[in-house]
Each structure stands twice: as C-alpha cells, then as structure tokens.
C-alpha cells in the first residue's frame, strides 16, 4: 500500500481542520466563562469598595481614608476595560487594539494619579509615564485612523 502525494496532503488538511476546530470550540468555551467569571469579579471589587467606605469614617484625616477609596475605583476602570475587551472578542472573535490600548491607558492613568495623590511619583517616574501615555495615546490614534481591514483582521 502506497501513500500518494495527494493522499497524505488531504489527510494533513484534515489533521489541521479539526485541530483548528478543536482550537476555536476551546477558547470559544473558555472566553464564555471568563464572562460570568468576570462579572462576579467585578461584583467583589465593588463590595469591597462599599466595604472600604468604614476606613474613610475611621480614618485619622479624610485624605487617609480617601487614599483607598481612590486606588480601588480607579482598579474598578481599569477592570471595566478590559472586561469590554473580553465581551468584544466573544462578539467578533477577536481582540480590538482600542480596547487594550484603553485599558493601558486607564492603567497607567491609575497608576499617575495614585501616585501623584499619594505624592510617591518623582520627576523622572512621571516623565517616564507621560512619555508611555503619548505612545499609547499616538497608537490609538492610529488604531482608529487606520483600522484592520474586515478581511485581514
């Protein structure tokens, strides 16, 4: 018995055709429970922000007591984003560089105003942050200019 050519490259595409169905119908199955998974999580982060509202009134000074407060909603932002990247991908099964690009940009937004609330950012730490802010800020710009074509996404 002999393998032709033709023989072992319809058995190869075959081979790849339910590998790559196997591949989707997994992912498609994991990124169903990130969603649920997702939103309970983000249900915790806002009980725990109702829960931290008792060390604003415990708190020696409000600034003490709003320093949390401030650090958990803007987390809250930060999760909000990229949930909308996880949601987006299950609708159109792929990720949107605007998405990501927003949430490393509420990130790093988080990260300039805690710091500098807490007064913890020297001049290099948010040079270097504001450098990071314009790339990002100079990629979404493009990412919206210049957007995928609906055949090579």
Avoid: C, N
Wanted: hydrophobic content about 60%; charged content about 20%.
């Amino acid at each position: 018995m002999g393998w032709s050519v033709e023989s072992v490259e319809k058995a190869g595409v075959a081979f790849e055709s339910s590998t790559t169905r196997l591949f989707r119908v997994v992912v498609h199955w994991i990124v169903k429970l990130l969603i649920p998974l997702s939103i309970v999580a983000l249900m915790m982060g806002v009980a725990r922000v109702l829960v931290d509202l008792v060390h604003i009134y415990r708190a020696p000074t409000i600034a003490e007591g709003f320093d949390r407060i401030v650090a958990d909603i803007l987390s809250m932002f930060v999760v909000v984003e990229l949930l909308k990247s996880v949601v987006e991908y299950f609708e159109v099964h792929r990720l949107k560089l605007t998405f990501v690009i927003d949430a490393a940009v509420v990130f790093l937004l988080r990260e300039v105003m805690i710091g500098v609330y807490r007064h913890t950012l020297d001049g290099v730490q948010l040079t270097a942050m504001a450098a990071l802010l314009l790339v990002l800020g100079v990629f979404r710009v493009a990412a919206v200019r210049w957007p995928p074509e609906a055949g090579h996404a």
